[in-house]
């Protein structure tokens, strides 16, 4: 056997249909579109379109709200820090700031800040400088001697609004 020899079983490919290409063909004239209007043509686009009736999702009412100012933050948990500590990824001394969680491992991005939740154990003691802090996360922090005070996030986005609504 040779490698010009190789070839496919019989009947297992097909030609395409080499549409608009005579009488004959039996795919020929309108090459398989009907005849004549918009779908006949090239680059039709009528996703969603019922024939002049109100379409579906303009038949249903608006919901919801999104709030241009809504805070996208990283949620992180007393024992997720704790662990970091033991496993040597953050200074007990140092002050923990978003940037000194990214670079522990705990969060992959900044976002809009970090949010301190009490969930988990914390028995270093710590300053915490964050967006936001649960109580019962500031009374755990507290408990082990630390302190939290809350900062607002540099260049923080706000989702579709403006510079000026930062600001």
């Known amino acids: 056997m040779k490698l010009n020899e190789i070839s496919d079983n019989p009947g297992a490919t097909k030609d395409r249909m080499r549409v608009g290409r005579g009488i004959g063909s039996g795919k020929g004239k ?3 579109r009907g005849v004549k ?5 090239t680059g039709v686009a009528i996703k969603g379109f019922e024939g002049g009736q109100m379409p579906l999702h303009r038949r249903l009412p608006k919901r919801g709200f999104n709030n ?8 992180v ?5 704790q662990e970091a500590v033991d496993a040597g990824k953050l200074d007990k001394a140092a002050t923990v700031t978003v940037e000194s969680l990214v670079a522990a491992g705990i969060i992959a991005r900044p976002r809009d800040g970090v949010k ?9 003691k710590l300053s915490f400088a964050v967006t936001r802090a649960s ?8 408990k082990a001697g630390g302190s939290v005070s809350t900062v607002y996030a540099q260049g923080a986005s706000t989702r579709g609004g403006s510079e000026a609504a930062t600001a």
């Open 116 to 124: 301190l939740l009490g969930v988990g154990e914390l028995t270093a």
């Open 37 to 41: 209007g918009q779908k006949a043509r």
């Open 30 to 32: 309108t090459a398989g």
């Open 77 to 81: 948990n007393l024992g997720r820090i």
């Open 135 to 142: 109580k019962s996360a500031v009374e755990a922090v507290e």
């Open 68 to 75: 241009l100012y809504a805070q996208d933050l990283n949620e």
